[in-house]
Nanobody, 115 residues
Framework: LQFVESGGGLVQPGGSLRLSCTASGFTLDTYAVGWFRQAPGREHEGVSCISTSDGSTHYADSVKGRFTISRDNAKDTVYLQMNSLKPEDTAVYYC?????????WGQGTQVTVSS
């Protein structure tokens, strides 16, 4: 398994970004998928996840109401729409199965929120 993340960048506080997660060598629609982030000097933090069966979603308290996870099985892609971004959202964002598989971490995509 190998995940590929994209869509990060530099954005001002209050701005928005949409991250995309695709897979190499397998299809995503058979897996529950999570978004995780890692800020410098910190451990991976679970941000959000989406199930396979009923599409139920879960969010960390720190992003609830601002981030939205979704999946498009036709495009085999999972998205993370991030609105009202804050400087504390700055991190490298990764997607993985939920729970994550140790060998499936991709390169991640950098999100920097700064004025």
């Amino acid at each position: 398994l190998q995940f590929v993340e994209s869509g990060g960048g530099l954005v001002q506080p209050g701005g928005s970004l949409r991250l995309s997660c695709t897979a190499s060598g397998f299809t995503l629609d058979t897996y529950a998928v999570g978004w995780f982030r890692q800020a410098p000097g910190r451990e991976h933090e679970g941000v959000s996840c989406i199930s396979t069966s009923d599409g139920s979603t879960h969010y960390a308290d720190s992003v609830k109401g601002r981030f939205t996870i979704s999946r498009d099985n036709a495009k085999d892609t999972v998205y993370l729409q991030m609105n009202s971004l804050k400087p504390e959202d700055t991190a490298v964002y990764y997607c993985n199965t939920n729970p994550p598989k140790i060998d499936a971490w991709g390169q991640g995509t950098q999100v920097t929120v700064s004025s």
